[in-house]
């Protein structure tokens, strides 16, 4: 039988789920976080919210935490997920932060996520908002129609990368390797190193192949480590004698 990696977004949790999911990627919401929470996942679940559950407390944290961590996101594994959203509206946000990000290349291919003009964040009153105000600049010119003041942007709000990487173990093996399947893959083996190749693949989301050679490698690393600290230990008890 081929191996299928399956669906890259699940359906959303419940609310108190992703509250925590949220949370555990550092977002500051009033919840246990969830250090294992999938970033990605987590990421296009909130937008969801934010913009067809009209959530625009969870929508402006969302905001400040791509300005503050959007180094360390997959963006091939986020476009994925994105692919599978069946909601206009979710597309036309990440359409929008992918013109915000215009410096960070990777994002470019979301900008073909919306087609046609821009369209409103607020249901009523955007003109008015708007002309008393102006737009939100991280939104100006983009697919998304946005009136300052509307999204507020507190740092408080996030975490900062370095208590990020105390607190997620997936953030911290993408700081150190890049936001790439290789890291992933790593997190998911620090989690369960005898894991089977197919599920490694499956919890991370990507090929077997590439599974199957981060699996080499940190098996690999593993041995040596565990090597030389059979020999550290053999040799100080040497010493003792």
Known sequence: MSFSRGPALEDAPDNRALTRDMAGIGMNFAAKPNARAPVEETLVHASELGMDAHDLRVLAVLTT????HHGYVNADRLLRCLREHP???????????ANRLA??????????????????????GSDFQIARRGEDDRF????LRVPAGILRDRETDV??????????????NRV?????????????LESEAEMSIAEVARRAGCSFATAWQVSQDFRLLRDVTASVSRAATALGEVRSC
Request: zero cysteines.
């Open 65 to 68: 935490w791509l300005g503050a």
């Open 103 to 124: 410096k960070d290349r990777r994002f470019v291919r979301l900008k073909k996520l919306h087609h046609g003009p821009s369209i409103d964040l607020l249901p009523v």
């Open 140 to 143: 100006a010119g983009s697919a």
């Open 159 to 172: 975490l900062s990368p370095k208590a990020l990487v105390r607190q997620h173990a997936g953030y911290r």
């Open 176 to 188: 150190l390797m890049g936001p790439t399947w290789r890291a992933d893959v790593w997190t998911v």
């Open 87 to 97: 909601s206009m509206r979710v597309h036309t946000y990440w359409a929008s932060v």
